[in-house]
């Protein structure tokens, strides 16, 4: 590859970032238009709103499903294709499903046009980290990860909150109508800023699957799947949290979203630059802070200013610790580099699934609209014995510790 401009690697970096962006509000701004949603395409709404909802609801799961059935599908599909190329197919199928979504009349349609949108949406955060890792060079693969990560972590902070207005001031279609012109952007500057590295024509599909057959793969995978379930148990019912218990008004939840958002951001830059430097010790503390988070949540979160503090806090820490764990996986995946980092985002939207769902389980269980925090405290636990358990058994087979300047980007 032919040195580039730094003017050429900021915006293609930032190209990168945009596509996380975009990705990131589409993916969480349909929590903030769900009512709206519900009113449009829901028959029989207007009778049982909250049936309503819920079906509605059904349209975050289908995304959901779409993430997880495409991250590995398109990783094994791409193994031989310029990661570039690759890239740009992903957002063009991302336009595709995004703009059906916000032109299809009935539910039905616009169910199947979710589920499309999400396909893409693993395989791309993988392919635009493994990208901003070789744009970033040796010994960044923390941060090329980070970066990959941070247009999803500003998302939270000004997509959701302005598209969430947008949609209940416009209508929820004019959300993805311009997500879909976020992707547009994206591609475009992807085209014309992300250099063309070459492709590995000789690289197999099933060689690519054979990352699928390592149990310290699928080990790293419920590390993911299971220790990032309770953060999503906490976000799914903070709205909850902060009128019942907290006793703000509804008024206040988009603030208290907002600062989960700061949390993500700087999280995850801190995450990026440690992960460099420590990668094990960032991982072993990162879960520390964790859990401890979750149980300050839980015994504060009543408390306006503690519910600001700790959800700040749950959200750093778990920013903190994903750019060290995707490279964890990414290593571990050998040759399948492109499906370990796809597997990541997988694996955290199992976790998102499981931690709405159980978060759901104890409150129904009339353990309080606090009882999701300690629950995330056990799943972070269960995560962080996971990890202790992959560490023993590397340094049981003599492996090397987590060395992102050793992992191959190519």
Do not use: C
């Amino acid at each position: 590859m032919p040195p580039l401009t730094t003017f050429r690697r900021n915006l293609a970096l930032f190209a990168l970032a945009l596509g996380g962006f975009a990705i990131g509000t589409t993916e969480f701004a349909t929590m903030g238009v769900l009512p709206e949603i519900a009113h449009d395409l829901v028959p029989g709404y207007a009778a049982d709103p909250q049936w309503g909802i819920a079906q509605a609801g059904n349209l975050i799961t289908l995304y959901a499903l779409g993430v997880v059935v495409g991250a590995p599908v398109f990783a094994v599909l791409g193994a031989r294709m310029s990661q570039t190329k690759l890239a740009i197919w992903l957002l063009v199928l991302l336009i595709a499903g995004t703009v059906g979504s916000a032109l299809v009349p009935g539910f039905g349609t616009v169910a199947v046009f979710r589920f499309i949108s999400g396909l893409p949406h693993g395989a791309y955060f993988g392919v635009a980290s493994l990208l901003a890792a070789r744009l970033m060079g040796p010994g960044n693969m923390g941060k090329g990860i980070a970066l990959a990560m941070s247009g999803l972590t500003v998302a939270n902070v000004i997509g959701v909150p302005l598209s969430t207005v947008l949609g209940q001031q416009l209508g929820w279609r004019w959300v993805y109508a311009l997500v879909a012109v976020l992707f547009a952007a994206t591609l475009l500057l992807v085209a014309l800023y992300v250099p063309r590295f070459p492709g590995s024509p000789e690289r197999s599909p099933l060689r690519e699957l054979s990352a699928l057959g390592s149990a310290r793969v699928w080990v790293m995978v419920a590390v993911l799947s299971i220790g990032f379930g309770g953060f999503f148990a906490v976000y799914s019912y903070i709205a909850e949290v902060t009128t019942r218990e907290a006793g703000l008004g509804a008024g206040m939840v988009p603030w208290v979203i907002a600062t989960m958002g700061v949390g993500m951001v700087l999280g995850n830059i801190l995450g990026g630059i440690l992960t460099d430097r420590s990668p094990i010790g960032t991982a072993i503390w990162g879960f520390v802070l964790f859990i401890s988070s979750f149980v300050l949540y839980s015994l504060f979160a009543a408390h306006p200013v503690g519910l600001f503090a700790f959800a700040f806090l749950v959200s750093l820490a778990s920013s903190i610790l994903l750019p060290g764990l995707q490279a964890r996986l990414i290593r571990m995946s050998s040759e399948a580099r492109l499906l370990g980092a796809a597997l990541n985002h997988a694996a955290g939207n199992v976790a998102n699934s499981l931690g709405a769902w159980l978060g759901g389980l104890v409150i129904a269980g009339g353990f309080g609209y606090l009882a999701p925090g300690w629950l995330g405290a056990v799943l972070a636990g269960a995560g962080f014995v996971l990890l202790l358990v992959s560490l023993a058994v590397q340094r049981r087979d003599g492996g090397k510790s987590l060395d992102t300047a050793g992992i191959p980007v190519g």
